[in-house]
């Protein structure tokens, strides 16, 4: 089990417990649950650029996560949408490349076209004018970042992890297989791929996979790593119904809405554990959004989870205005109904700095 076994106890393991190689193999602030650095430090620079992963290495996160997609020439970049518009200037240097639905897709481009765009803060345009989503991060249109690949970025990290000593983990999102597959690309295999050149094979390598689609997650955990001799951990992102995010073929081949209803009935967590390691939850999945201060509703999907031999990891935790529920006096407050109340085993969070720093200050107790 190596340096994490000596940090754990009876009493204090959480789920990762059974297998320490989900971990970082010499946690910064010294507890068992981790920290997952939401697309980087994105609260204080722009999501997933090379910046935002190295704040959030050098804050101490277990592992740093990666969206990935797919380009026109199968090149893998670490994009959270598979469209451009929210965090590029790809309508202004690419004006008359919008699908019909006036969104710019980065599978209509080549790496090199995409590296001709700069990448900020997501924004929303109104009335011709770019709206920051968070006011409150780093600015629009200052300085200059660009996008890079899935390689570039295990590249960064791993060199950081040789120059460190420490074992920060990578946390791959494969975005949309199901949009991929529909535009004739192998986005899944291409992603485990990627992570085999890199040395990311086994359970215990420190990577972990994760896909809100289910039919593509049960098809790496069914056909891809069994046929390239693959067994990274797996996690299974729940997404609402309602959120029409996922889509699949229907009896007329066109594309038809996903269910994810199934997700939240008796018997979803061992349906699950069959083909995963893990569940990636959105937060009020976990803590109901009517809980107040005095009266927090704890719903059974960490319980039966565990039960399950499933692991928790919920999404996201930021510190932005709006984004602290009502039930929570303040971010830390947060951490610690999730953590002390619920047990989950890690969070995704924007700001990994300060759940660092809440696991150093009270990780003992949990
Ligand atoms: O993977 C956890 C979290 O990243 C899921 O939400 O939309 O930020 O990819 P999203
Ligand atoms: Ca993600």
């Known amino acids: 089990m190596g340096v994490v076994g000596t940090l754990l106890t009876a009493t204090t393991a959480s789920a990762f417990a059974d297998d320490a190689a989900l971990r970082s193999v010499d946690p910064s602030h010294g507890t068992d649950r981790v920290v997952v650095a939401h697309r980087g430090a994105s609260g204080y620079l722009p999501e997933h650029t090379l910046a935002a992963k190295s704040m959030a290495y050098a804050q101490g996160a277990d592992f740093l996560e990666q969206d990935v997609v797919m380009t026109k020439d199968d ?20 004006p008359e490349r919008a699908r019909e639905d006036g969104r710019y897709y980065a599978i209509d481009f080549t790496l090199e ?6 990448f900020s803060e997501g924004f ?10 968070y006011p409150e991060r780093f600015p629009l249109g200052k300085s200059h970042f660009g996008l890079h690949t899935l390689s570039e970025e295990i590249e960064m990290i791993q060199g950081l992890n040789h120059s460190t000593g420490r074992d920060v983990g990578l946390y791959v999102e494969v975005k949309a297989p199901w949009f991929h597959q529909s535009e004739g690309k192998e986005v899944s295999k291409a992603v485990l791929e990627t992570l085999k050149h890199y040395g990311y094979v086994d359970h215990d390598d420190n990577a972990i996979v994760q896909v809100f689609d289910p039919r ?17 951990r797996l996690v299974q992102l729940m997404g609402e119904t309602s959120w ?5 073929p229907g009896t007329d081949g066109k594309l038809e809405p996903y269910s994810y209803d199934w997700m939240y009935q008796k018997g979803a967590m061992g349906r699950i554990a069959g083909y995963a390691d893990g569940i990636g939850p959105w937060k009020p999945m976990v803590i109901e959004d009517s809980s107040t201060k005095g009266n927090i509703k704890v ?51 924007d700001y990994p700095d300060r759940a660092v720093q809440w696991l150093k200050q009270n990780g003992d107790a949990l």
């Open 75 to 94: 090149k893998l970049v670490v994009l959270h949408d598979r469209f451009l518009d929210r965090v590029t200037d790809v309508a202004d240097v690419f």
């Open 113 to 118: 076209e995409l590296r001709k765009l700069s």
């Open 124 to 133: 929303t345009v109104d009335d011709g004018k770019k709206v920051a989503d």
């Open 216 to 232: 593509g997650l049960k098809r790496i955990h069914d056909e891809l790593q069994p046929e390239l001799g693959m067994d990274l």
């Open 244 to 248: 029409d995010m996922t889509f699949q």
């Open 299 to 349: 719903t059974e999907l960490v319980d039966k989870a565990h039960d399950a031999g499933l692991v928790v990891m919920p999404y996201t935790f930021r510190l932005d205005e709006g984004r602290i529920p009502a039930w929570a006096n303040d971010y830390d407050d947060m951490l610690r109904v999730f953590f002390e109340e619920a047990g989950v085993d890690g969070i995704f969070t």
